[in-house]
């Protein structure tokens, strides 16, 4: 069985540990999170390459995977899984750790080290602008009522995935991210849709990796040259030849290596 933990406010939140590195080192810790309808097994090619040299924690953010979904009556937003992973850190033993959000996982990596700095040693951020209230993710939500979330995902797919994506991966995409429960994946964008952080950015002090497709056609791609305008210090890497939004699930060698690059 995963192991879970209890969030502030009693939410049952599930994570993984992965640790290969030699017995006698003291590795630092890498947490991931994993971007909206997605889980810690979206991290399933990153893994290998990372764990030989860190203690590499996933989180399932709260309403994702095995962690607890938060019900229609109940409280959900930002602050909880920021509050959320914070916790996490608390639970291994871990004062700060180098953080990678992909997506909506990013936006939690963000405010963690906008609200929490100290907690974070590196930020790397992946197809993840400072909120989703500029894009045109609100408009998804119609759609998914009227069809349901796996044919909406299959109907977009294009602007997630290219020509040259591995086609068992694109099927394995569809069922996976489309066997989240559509009320609360609606839920959960249209409160991203209400975000805009953009100008605290200028708080994040940390070393920083901005990664993004050159084209991207979900979020808003000139957000990625302002991010790195405001973050001071900060390092962008943009994909040009890429025009879709799910970079680290189809590109996952060359995202990873891009990573390890950063934190060398």
Same mark, same amino acid.
């Given at each position: ?53 860190? $203690? ?11 962690? %607890? ?40 990596? %963000? ?24 894009? %045109? ?64 950015? $200028? ?62």
């Amino acid at each position: 069985m995963n192991p879970t933990f209890h969030s502030g406010d009693g939410f049952e939140i599930a994570y993984y540990v992965d640790d290969f590195t030699d017995p006698w080192t003291k590795p630092e810790t890498l947490l991931l999170l994993h971007a909206a309808m997605g889980s810690s097994q979206r991290w399933f090619r990153w893994v290998p390459k990372l764990a030989r040299r860190f $203690r590499v924690v996933r989180m399932d953010l709260r309403g994702h995977g095995n962690s %607890q979904k938060p019900a229609p009556d109940q409280p959900f937003s930002l602050d909880q899984l920021v509050g959320d992973a914070a916790r996490l850190l608390d639970v291994i033993g871990c004062t700060s750790a180098h953080l990678v959000g992909n997506s909506a996982g990013g936006y939690v990596a %963000q405010q963690l080290a906008i609200h929490h700095g100290s907690r974070v040693k590196t930020l790397a951020l992946y197809g993840a602008t400072p909120g989703l209230k500029h894009s %045109q993710a609100h408009t998804w939500i119609p759609r998914v009522e009227q069809i349901g979330l796996k044919q909406f995902l299959a109907d977009t797919i294009h602007e997630r995935f290219d020509a040259k994506a591995d086609p068992q991966l694109v099927r394995w995409f569809i069922e996976q991210a489309g066997s989240n429960d559509p009320a609360f994946i609606g839920r959960f964008v249209l409160h991203m849709c209400t975000h805009d952080f953009m100008e605290d950015l $200028r708080r994040i002090r940390c070393p920083t990796l901005i990664v993004a497709a050159g084209k991207e056609p979900i979020g808003d791609a000139s957000a990625y040259k302002r991010m790195h305008e405001r973050i001071q210090g900060s390092r962008l890497v943009q994909y040009d030849d890429v025009a879709i939004h799910n970079i680290c699930d189809e590109y996952p060698d060359r995202c990873a290596d891009d990573l390890l690059r950063f934190l060398a």
